[in-house]
């Protein structure tokens, strides 16, 4: 299983993006997806998880309320909808699948909030 994230860049606090994230080969061996952020100097932490059905969804207490996460199987493709964003969300955020047997992790994409 391949993850390609896409959507991050600079935005002043207070905007909104949108990352994606591509899967691609074996996608059939894939059940929940997330995505989890990690800012310089810190550990990867968890932002948010999806179940393989899309119906039920987990948030970080930090961003609950801000980002929205959710999928489309069919595309094979998850969204982060990111809204209100704070100069604390800057991170490198990481698209992460569940296969059967380990887990799969995307390249990263930036994610720059400025004051």
Known sequence: VQLVESGG???????????SCAASGSTFSINAMGWYRQAPGKQRELVATINSSGSSTNYADSVKGRFTISRDSGKNRMYLQMNSLRPEDTAVYYCNARGMVRAYWGQGAQVTVSS
């Open 9 to 19: 860049g600079l935005v002043q606090a207070g905007g909104s993006l949108r990352l």
